[in-house]
């Protein structure tokens, strides 16, 4: 996807180094950072300078070529594993994709190892790009479905970022979108502002930008009124991790926007990509809720008239807060899930007629 006009992925490596879109800084500035040590990589997810499951396991795939890079002792690249299994604990897949690695590089010798860990985790951001892609062909057809219907704009609400940005390109609940656009449908988006990090506003509306697409920031509450109104055509979100019964966890006030959805007769979707699909959890109360600083509620950052980038204090400074990552949606407040593979019932046996193999 695009940024300034030119085309970039969310994470590369280049000349012995990984490099990223620190987003921590958008939308004010665009930097990109170098990842030069698994450290630096278990850094980046905890502090989100990278930050979306896909992305994360991408990272962690890189992360443990860079642990291979500096020390291909089996100890040094076992222990790196779990300190970026630990660096976030809700996103499935970034247990998924050092796993992966792990297996991958299981018995290989010296001389072979680091290019295949660089290998792999090239192949891990392929395919997990490929997979973004077809979750945009399969989600086209329902937005092709309301605008044949409607003639007229497809009103699409969104929460949090589940676009290119949190993915290796296309985006999950963007892909769809971004297809509909260059389809030529008229396709507006009401970007939640996604408190308390804002990555709806600073990151959805930024990318959505780049691209031409229309949207409108809107305050995390006010997608329910807008649905009351009839302004709203369909929702979709991302999740960072879906049981296999269909019950998704994604970012905190996702669930308030089911609810609403289910209210007015809202379609509620979900994308995902496979390695989303938590496939040993049962019960959503087993599924870890991250908990983050407090801060991050306390505390707001933008640009003053200078154009740097300030933190202030928006609390009484002695209040205290709770700042819950992540809440549970449960399935049956879920339309679909738009998969690589196709679209599904949120349920076990839709996933299971949907992932056989």
Known sequence: MKIEGKEYRTIWYEENIVKIIDQTKLPHQFIIKE??????????????EVRGAPLIGGTAAYGLA??????????????????????????????????????????????QILSIALNEAKEICDEDEKFCENIGIN???????IYNKKK????????CNAGWLATINWGTATSPIYHAHKKGIPVHVWVDETRPRNQGANLTSYELNEEEIPNTIIADNTGGILMQRGEVDMCIVGTDRTLSNGDVCNKIGTYLKALAAHDNNVPFYVALPSSTIDWEIKNAKDIPIEERNSEELSHVEGVDENNELKKVLIYPKK???????????????????????????????GLKELFKK
């Open 152 to 159: 007229d704009t497809v009103n699409i609400l969104t929460h």
């Open 139 to 145: 989600g086209l057809k329902i937005i092709e479905e």
């Open 35 to 48: 990842l030069k040590t698994v450290k630096d990589a278990i850094n980046a997810i905890k502090v989100m």
């Open 319 to 349: 209040s205290k807060a709770i700042n819950l990552a992540f809440d549970v949606t449960p399935a049956k407040y879920v339309t679909g899930l738009i998969t690589e593979r196709g679209i599904s019932e949120a349920s076990s046996d």
């Open 66 to 111: 860079l642990a291979v890079q500096e020390n291909n002792d089996p100890e040094f690249i076992k222990k790196s594993a779990k300190e970026l299994i630990q660096s976030r604990p809700t996103a499935i897949n970034l247990k998924w994709a050092t796993d992966r690695m792990i297996k991958k590089l299981a018995g290989i010798n010296s001389d």
